[in-house]
């Protein structure tokens, strides 16, 4: 049995947070929290080498990686770092999906562990390596110092510093190769009640809701949203769409019926991707299909029999006018053409069919990828299709992972409360950007 160290001075706001987490973990009820209501934003960055997207939250430490789907924040502990005894609240928290007998650690790794049933032991939590999801270790469930700055939706206000648990990372974790150079863990932002936009809901109380705007700025609870010189309150002219979940993940799943593949301003055909029926469904019992998003995986990746109908049903379409030269293909994709043979187009990038993602029952719109999120320079006079084929045994089961290039740019808005996604489609030309958020603070 590890010996106990918890710090007593932590206690008391600590399970205030952590009595909301495991009741909106138990019964999906609102939080409620004293003092500052006003939601957070957090700047946003790239890492040019991993192509990860990280964010600076995290008092003296480097930025952690964003992990759309991840249920906990890990991060590196100086020694002597508080811990929770196994019976905590918190304690529970981190093993409350694990309880209600939802296996979660398999794809994830969230399930704490108790030593041996004594309820007084040092809590551990199982965080995993974010990109390859298999390699999972122990830490300690610690608290982390943070800050990020109040806002109105238009400016950084004032700074606000707050506690968030998360896990101790294991130091194979850490110095994995999948993290960027100079990061220093990872930021679940899943549906789980340890992420960091759960815990900055039970806190907060400004609702179950966060923004993403890859790769500049992300913001916590319920907001308008100005980004850049366009006016309006961007939350007032974006698209939405019903948001599901999977019973074996803490992704947020989309409910596309259909893909489709049309050329913009051109009089021609729309080519529906012949999928076999059923082929993007999300299985509620076993949590396999479905359309998922992540902000881990660089480029959206197909399940095959998805991807070859795709594939086809693309190439058809941009070789109808006859005029698009094919290219070798650049790895790791298969559909390439000749810029030399391509229009560029003023805002959105260059003149190729655009790919329609047809949405179900209560979605205002059907989500449509512009060029500037389907296409990428792979290599000289080369314009790929910037989607891959899943490997077989993939992590996530998925049918479809729509990855960080896809979205980039595009300001996405997750609504747990109502169980909505808010997508503006690509921000290109609009007067919005994501790197467009105002952080200086008025004087
Ligand atoms: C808050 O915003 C100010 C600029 O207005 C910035 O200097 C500061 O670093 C920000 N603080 C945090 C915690 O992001
Ligand atoms: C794409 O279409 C062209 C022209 O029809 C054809 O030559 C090529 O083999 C197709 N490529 C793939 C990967 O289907
Ligand atoms: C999405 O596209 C399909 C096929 O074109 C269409 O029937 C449907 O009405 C569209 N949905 C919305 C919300 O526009
Ligand atoms: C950012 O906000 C400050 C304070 O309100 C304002 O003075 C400044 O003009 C704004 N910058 C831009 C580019 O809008």
Same mark, same amino acid.
Request: charged share 15%; with cysteine; proline share 7%.
């Given at each position: 049995?590890?010996?106990?160290?918890?710090?007593?001075?932590?206690?008391?706001?600590?399970?205030?947070?952590?009595?909301?987490?495991?009741?909106?973990?138990?019964?999906?009820?609102?939080?409620?929290?004293?003092?500052?209501?006003?939601?957070?934003?957090?700047?946003?960055a790239k890492d040019p080498a991993t192509s990860l997207y990280t964010?600076?939250?995290?008092?003296?430490?480097?930025p952690?990686v964003?992990?759309?789907?991840?249920?906990?924040?890990?991060?590196?502990?100086?020694?002597?770092?508080?811990?929770?005894?196994?019976?905590?609240?918190?304690?529970?928290?981190?093993?409350?999906?694990?309880?209600?007998?939802?296996?979660?650690?398999?794809?994830?790794?969230?399930?704490?562990?108790?030593?041996?049933?004594?309820?007084?032991?040092?809590?551990?939590?199982?965080?995993?390596?974010?990109?390859?999801?298999?390699?999972?270790?122990?830490?300690?469930?610690?608290?982390? $110092?943070?800050? @990020?700055? *109040?806002?109105?939706?238009?400016? &950084? !206000?004032?700074?606000? /510093?707050?506690?968030?648990? %998360?896990?101790?990372?294991?130091?194979?974790?850490?110095?994995?190769?999948?993290?960027p150079a100079g990061t220093?863990?990872?930021?679940?932002?899943?549906?789980?009640?340890?992420?960091?936009?759960?815990?900055?809901?039970?806190?907060?109380?400004?609702?179950?809701?966060?923004?993403?705007?890859?790769?500049?700025?992300?913001?916590?609870?319920?907001?308008?949203?100005?980004?850049?010189?366009?006016?309006?309150?961007?939350?007032?002219?974006?698209?939405?769409?019903?948001?599901?979940?999977?019973?074996?993940?803490?992704?947020?799943?989309?409910?596309?019926?259909?893909?489709?593949?049309?050329?913009?301003?051109?009089? $021609?055909?729309? @080519?529906? *991707?012949?999928?076999?029926?059923? &082929? !993007?469904?999300?299985? /509620?019992?076993?949590?396999? %299909?479905?359309?998922?998003?992540?902000?881990?995986?660089?480029?959206?990746?197909?399940?095959?029999?998805?991807?070859?109908?795709?594939?086809?049903?693309?190439?058809?379409?941009?070789?109808?006018?006859?005029?698009?030269?094919?290219?070798?293909?650049?790895?790791?994709?298969?559909?390439?053409?000749?810029?030399?043979?391509?229009?560029?187009?003023?805002?959105?990038?260059?003149?190729?069919?655009?790919?329609?993602?047809?949405?179900?029952?209560?979605?205002?719109?059907?989500?449509?990828?512009?060029?500037?999120?389907?296409?990428?320079?792979?290599?000289?006079?080369?314009?790929?299709?910037?989607?891959?084929?899943?490997?077989?045994? @993939?992590?996530?089961?998925?049918?479809?992972?729509?990855?960080?290039?896809?979205?980039?740019?595009?300001?996405?808005?997750?609504?747990?409360?109502?169980?909505?996604?808010?997508?503006?489609?690509?921000?290109?030309?609009?007067?919005?950007?994501?790197?467009?958020?105002?952080?200086?603070?008025?004087?």
């Open positions: 049995m590890r010996r106990l160290r918890f710090h007593h001075l932590l206690a008391v706001p600590v399970l205030l947070l952590a009595a909301a987490v495991v009741q909106e973990c138990a019964a999906q009820g609102g939080a409620s929290a004293g003092g500052d209501h006003a939601p957070l934003v957090s700047p946003l964010i600076s939250i995290k008092d003296g430490a480097g952690l964003v992990d759309l789907a991840g249920p906990l924040v890990w991060s590196a502990c100086a020694s002597g770092h508080p811990t929770f005894p196994c019976g905590s609240a918190e304690c529970d928290a981190a093993n409350c999906w694990h309880q209600q007998g939802r296996p979660w650690h398999q794809d994830y790794g969230a399930g704490a562990e108790v030593d041996g049933g004594d309820r007084f032991c040092a809590c551990t939590a199982r965080p995993c390596d974010p990109v390859t999801r298999d390699r999972c270790a122990p830490g300690d469930l610690t608290t982390f $110092a943070m800050s @990020a700055n *109040a806002t109105d939706g238009r400016n &950084a !206000l004032h700074p606000v /510093a707050f506690q968030a648990v %998360g896990a101790c990372a294991p130091d194979q974790l850490l110095r994995s190769r999948s993290l220093e863990g990872v930021a679940g932002f899943g549906r789980a009640p340890l992420s960091l936009p759960a815990q900055l809901a039970a806190r907060r109380g400004f609702g179950r809701r966060f923004a993403l705007c890859l790769p500049g700025v992300a913001i916590f609870g319920d907001t308008p949203i100005y980004l850049g010189y366009y006016p309006p309150d961007l939350m007032t002219t974006i698209a939405s769409t019903p948001l599901a979940a999977s019973p074996k993940s803490g992704g947020y799943y989309l409910p596309v019926e259909a893909i489709s593949v049309s050329w913009p301003n051109w009089n $021609a055909p729309t @080519a529906r *991707a012949a999928l076999p029926p059923g &082929a !993007l469904e999300l299985d /509620a019992a076993t949590g396999r %299909g479905g359309v998922t998003l992540s902000t881990v995986q660089r480029y959206t990746a197909m399940r095959s029999d998805v991807y070859r109908a795709f594939v086809r049903a693309f190439n058809e379409t941009i070789s109808t006018p006859g005029y698009v030269k094919p290219m070798p293909a650049v790895a790791p994709f298969e559909l390439c053409y000749d810029t030399f043979s391509l229009r560029r187009v003023r805002v959105l990038g260059w003149d190729v069919p655009s790919i329609r993602l047809e949405l179900g029952a209560g979605a205002s719109m059907n989500w449509t990828v512009a060029s500037g999120n389907s296409m990428v320079q792979a290599a000289d006079r080369t314009l790929c299709l910037a989607v891959v084929e899943m490997g077989p045994g @993939a992590a996530h089961g998925a049918a479809v992972v729509i990855g960080g290039y896809q979205v980039e740019d595009n300001l996405l808005v997750f609504d747990e409360d109502k169980e909505v996604l808010h997508f503006s489609g690509l921000l290109w030309g609009s007067g919005a950007t994501c790197s467009g958020f105002n952080f200086t603070a008025p004087q």
